[in-house]
């Protein structure tokens, strides 16, 4: 089955000299295989006249087209279609009683567009993009019998009620505003709202207007509304961003009791999270903004094993060139390079908080991951260490200039990506090294053309990440880079990083709540502990293994390895190697 793809936000039909049609074979020898929209200048595509010689792909100057070739068995899966040359849907992900239904996969692969058909907002036309009307009735004649087929007509029937965490919880605040009390109270079916904001450890918020609030709170707030809903089905897309670890278990749990009783899905990136939480997964495969193919569910270790590994022994399919790897304990860098800086019993006093560290270095080249509660004082010692803050005592050894990337990222302007990037850093971004580990690794060489302002919250902080690793500085601070991105383009994200510190001999500090991030990015550790908005205290650097114990001990969470593929997982608490590892003080352990 040939699938032609134009990514209409590519395509810029005044800046081009319709090379497409110029160049292609059929189109030469008579044939109507690429004809131009007469309105809007841009190409149809007849994927049956076309020979899949993939000229157009290549002479096209604003990387527009995607022609592929897909297993023919699919043709029947299809699910849906937007247009002749738009994003096209294989199979759903079926939502089962009393589970919790995970999906792993990239973004813009037709999540979005499978919650919208299961919800019943989206009918789905089975690839039918210009039938006059599309009945649901249809496309449930069309599936196999089975749970979802029996779901779908659940939907038919006006029988399901959805609720819906979204994604991108920083929306929030400019869609509603007033105390977070109100909002929640209109939202409050179920009558559960103390209750819940209890559990979700947000009742001391409720007076506090929305746009007060900080990501991690918006995050606690947003899924309490999904919570108070009455309905059948609940989708959480990405709940844990912004959530420290601690906070990250706690949703855990409440969505897994909510699933004793309900339906419900997660979209869920952090896969130490995904692989707790989730009973069964459905990774979704394809090419961003061409394709998305949902595979049938797996139990959650195989599936997130499969992923790492890039192969999918069922379907045959490659979906990386390379499988992720995490590093054993002997295998981890160990050399140092020359200090770049070093710090010592600081203290600060701010309001009712106070801020306390220990003796700290830092090297060339070194990656340090920066763990800690929501709250205990962070951004405040960096911002010391940027000379931006005053501190009451204690010692830096140097002002470091800082190159930042802050957490949450709005723009402004609608400059294309690429004006972007020249204005922020001028030549940087284009030097050949870093091209490849950098901005192609980040996928941002696709995203030149497009404008700012349309870019999605993962595109944003890919960009953003790319932008802070050009300037020049002598340390790096990311704070938490991968929210919003998907697994796959956290590891790349973690090589990255990794690679432009050892080739530039600069030193990053990345604030993250992903352990598989941490676990791939980090040579050390910096631990943050205490209480949040009270009192914190900063230890370390440490040895990444050192750090991660004395960390987890804090969260009272153990992991262990997979056997085969030496991920690090969460213990089931209260588990015999729960117990063992706690007991030994091996919280955060390298043996399978
Ligand atoms: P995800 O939720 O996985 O990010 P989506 O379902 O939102 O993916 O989108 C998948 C693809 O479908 C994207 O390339 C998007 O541009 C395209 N798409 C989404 N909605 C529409 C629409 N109404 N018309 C045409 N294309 C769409
Ligand atoms: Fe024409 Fe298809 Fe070749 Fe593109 S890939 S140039 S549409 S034949």
């Known amino acids: ?8 936000d590519s395509c810029q039909p005044k800046k081009c000299m319709d090379e497409c049609r110029e160049f292609c074979p059929p189109v030469r020898n008579g044939q109507e295989c690429i004809v131009m929209d ?7 595509i007849s994927e049956a006249l076309c020979i899949g010689c993939g000229i157009c ?5 604003h990387d527009a087209l995607i022609i592929t070739q897909l297993p023919s068995e699919l043709a029947t899966e299809m699910i849906h279609r937007y247009s002749m040359n738009g994003f096209r849907l294989f199979r759903l992900p079926s939502p089962s009683k009393e589970s919790v239904i995970g999906i792993l996969g990239p973004n813009g692969m037709g999540k979005s567009t499978a919650i919208n058909i299961l919800s019943g907002q989206l009918i789905p036309n089975l690839g039918d993009y210009d039938a006059e009307e599309v009945w649901l009735e249809d496309a449930i004649e069309s599936l196999p019998k089975g749970e979802l087929r029996d779901f779908l007509n659940l939907v038919l029937k006006g029988e399901v009620t959805i609720s819906i965490k979204p994604q991108y919880v920083d929306h929030l605040p400019r869609v509603a505003n007033g105390p977070v009390i109100d909002l929640l109270t209109k939202v409050d079916e ?10 979700l450890g947000i009742s001391h918020l409720l007076q506090r207007d929305i746009k007060q609030l900080s990501g991690g709170e918006l995050q606690r707030v947003a899924i309490c509304a999904t919570l108070l809903k009455e309905a059948d089905v609940y989708f959480f897309d990405e709940p844990s961003s912004y959530l420290d670890i601690h906070e990250r278990m706690r949703i855990v749990k409440i969505i897994q009791g909510l699933a004793q009783s309900k339906r419900v899905i997660v979209i869920e990136h952090d896969l130490a999270v995904l692989d707790v939480l989730a009973d069964l997964v459905h990774i979704v495969y394809g090419e961003k903004g061409a394709y998305g193919i949902f595979t049938p569910a797996r139990p959650t270790r195989t599936a997130i094993n499969v992923y790492l590994d890039g192969f999918l022994p069922e379907q045959n399919m490659r979906i990386r060139d390379k499988p992720i790897k995490f590093q054993s304990h002997t295998e981890r860098r160990t050399e140092k390079g020359a200090t770049i800086l070093e710090w010592g019993d600081i203290t600060k006093k701010l309001g ?10 830092v090297h060339q080249g070194e990656v340090v991951g920066v763990v800690g509660a929501n709250g205990t004082g962070k951004s405040t010692l960096f911002k010391m260490i940027a000379g931006e803050m005053e501190y009451d005592e204690g010692w830096i050894t140097a002002e470091a200039k800082i190159s930042y990337k802050p957490q949450h990222i709005s723009v402004e302007h609608d400059l294309p990506v690429q004006e972007w990037l020249d204005a922020e850093v001028g030549l940087a971004w284009r030097s050949g090294e870093f091209q490849v580990s950098v901005v192609r690794a980040m996928g941002v060489d696709t995203l030149l053309a497009k404008r700012a302002n349309k870019l999605s919250g993962g595109e944003l902080q890919a960009v953003s990440i790319v932008i802070c690793l050009a300037r020049e500085a002598d340390l790096y601070l990311l704070d938490e880079p991968s929210a919003h991105l998907d697994a796959n383009a956290r590891m790349e994200c973690a090589k990255a990083i990794r690679r432009t510190m050892e080739a530039n001999e600069k030193s990053a500090f990345v604030i993250d709540h992903d352990v598989y991030f941490i676990d791939i990015l980090a040579d050390s550790l910096l631990v943050f502990e205490g209480e949040g908005g009270k009192h914190g205290r900063a230890e370390g650097p440490f040895h990444l293994k050192e750090g991660m114990n004395r960390f ?5 969470v153990t992991f262990r390895r997979d056997h085969d593929s030496s991920r690090p997982r969460i213990n089931k608490e209260g588990s015999r190697k729960d117990r063992e590892q706690r007991a030994s003080g091996d919280f955060y352990s390298f043996e399978r």
């Open 1 to 8: 089955m040939r699938v032609a793809v134009l990514r209409e």
């Open 38 to 44: 007469a309105k809007t200048g841009k190409p149809h």
């Open 57 to 61: 792909v290549n002479k096209c100057p």
């Open 190 to 199: 179920t009558g559960t709202l103390a209750e819940n904001a209890e559990k």
């Open 352 to 361: 009712d908080f106070s801020l306390s560290t220990g003796k700290g270095t």
């Open 552 to 556: 987890l001990k804090a969260v009272g």
